[in-house]
């Protein structure tokens, strides 16, 4: 059972999750997490499984999946109908409407939908995945020299369930590099697994840029891949001109997050959030909606 907070009705609600069965089995029996290291978290499994949700016959899934989870669909931009596939509705564009974003200068937004986590004053070499668990974030990207500029900084981690909106955005105007691949495994992201497996943000296959953003000065994005995730797409244009709001990119089906690092005194958390990391849950926040705000010395 997955807690969380939804900051909109003030209450702890509870995450329903697709597959919830097959997670506990994978990640909790002794056979289960033996096929867990032979199969599940290699790239054949998940690409397979990509390569069937490319396919028509995945179309069957969209409906019992609206149903089951309470798709709104009135905020996608086409209709169950337009779908060729299964993977063509999980990475579904929504009206603009539905995810209004606040253009205000000062403020911080989250770049997708999901369940986000937030720590300031960060350790790089003691970087917190789950309670009991950590990982240095030389070990998310490989490279010292921009690991070193987040030294003291604010982390924001983002969760995205595989019911949520799977297209991530840029949190401010500026300018974003080419954005890295590392490889790796396939383990599930859900807290769950994470709770399993030690670095598992190290393990999966994950991909980091540089957003030069023009108020909350350099942000290391980091996409990381899942169980049955086909692929991470970036569609924006590295050095060329973005604006707050911009689409950065998708995940293909599955389970997946995002990690945002800030240099210090950049930012300021929204107080609840903080808060609510403190005593151990998540809360629920939606593309565009603020989690933050520009520090002021």
Same mark, same amino acid.
């Given at each position: 059972?997955?807690?969380?907070?939804?900051?909109?009705?003030?209450?702890?609600?509870?995450?329903?999750?697709?597959?919830?069965?097959?997670?506990?089995?994978?990640?909790?029996?002794?056979?289960?997490?033996?096929?867990?290291?032979?199969?599940?978290?290699?790239?054949?499994?998940?690409?397979?499984?990509?390569?069937?949700?490319?396919?028509?016959?995945?179309?069957?899934?969209?409906?019992?999946?609206?149903?089951?989870?309470?798709?709104?669909?009135?905020?996608?931009?086409?209709?169950?109908?337009?779908?060729?596939?299964?993977?063509?509705?999980?990475?579904?564009?929504?009206?603009?409407?539905?995810?209004?974003?606040?253009?205000?200068?000062?403020?911080?937004?989250?770049?997708?939908?999901?369940?986000?986590?937030?720590?300031?004053?960060?350790?790089?070499?003691?970087?917190?995945?789950?309670?009991?668990?950590?990982?240095?974030?030389?070990?998310?990207?490989?490279?010292?020299?921009?690991?070193?500029?987040?030294?003291?900084?604010?982390?924001?981690?983002?969760?995205?369930?595989?019911?949520?909106?799977?297209?991530?955005?840029?949190?401010?105007?500026? @300018?974003?590099?080419?954005?890295?691949?590392?490889?790796?495994?396939?383990?599930?992201?859900?807290?769950?697994?994470?709770?399993?497996?030690?670095?598992?943000?190290?393990?999966?296959?994950?991909?980091?840029?540089?957003?030069?953003?023009?108020?909350?000065?350099?942000?290391?994005?980091?996409?990381?891949?899942?169980?049955?995730?086909?692929?991470?797409?970036?569609?924006?244009?590295?050095?060329?001109?973005?604006?707050?709001?911009?689409?950065?990119?998708?995940?293909?089906?599955?389970?997946?997050?995002?990690?945002?690092?800030?240099?210090?005194?950049?930012?300021?958390?929204?107080?609840?959030?903080?808060?609510? @990391?403190?005593?151990?849950?998540? @809360?629920?926040?939606?593309?565009?909606?603020?989690?933050?705000?520009?520090?002021?010395?």
């Amino acid at each position: 059972m997955i807690k969380y907070y939804n900051r909109r009705s003030k209450k702890y609600e509870i995450e329903h999750i697709a597959g919830d069965k097959y997670l506990k089995w994978i990640y909790s029996s002794p056979i289960g997490m033996k096929l867990l290291e032979l199969i599940v978290k290699k790239k054949v499994f998940s690409k397979l499984y990509g390569y069937f949700c490319n396919t028509g016959l995945s179309r069957r899934k969209i409906y019992t999946f609206i149903k089951d989870f309470n798709i709104d669909m009135e905020e996608s931009i086409d209709n169950i109908y337009d779908f060729k596939s299964f993977n063509d509705f999980f990475t579904r564009k929504l009206k603009k409407s539905a995810r209004p974003t606040d253009k205000n200068s000062n403020i911080l937004i989250s770049p997708g939908d999901g369940r986000v986590l937030a720590y300031s004053n960060i350790d790089l070499n003691k970087l917190i995945q789950v309670k009991g668990y950590t990982y240095k974030l030389y070990d998310l990207i490989e490279n010292k020299n921009i690991a070193e500029k987040f030294k003291s900084g604010n982390l924001i981690i983002l969760r995205l369930a595989p019911v949520d909106y799977h297209r991530f955005h840029f949190i401010d105007n500026g @300018t974003c590099s080419i954005s890295h691949r590392i490889k790796g495994d396939y383990y599930s992201v859900n807290p769950i697994s994470l709770k399993k497996i030690p670095e598992v943000f190290c393990k999966n296959e994950r991909q980091w840029s540089i957003l030069n953003s023009e108020n909350f000065g350099d942000v290391l994005y980091v996409e990381i891949g899942a169980t049955c995730v086909g692929s991470i797409v970036q569609t924006y244009t590295p050095q060329h001109k973005i604006y707050k709001g911009y689409e950065k990119g998708y995940f293909k089906f599955g389970g997946s997050t995002i990690i945002l690092f800030f240099e210090k005194d950049k930012i300021a958390i929204d107080k609840d959030i903080i808060y609510q @990391t403190n005593i151990g849950y998540e @809360t629920k926040v939606i593309m565009g909606e603020k989690i933050g705000t520009k520090y002021k010395l």
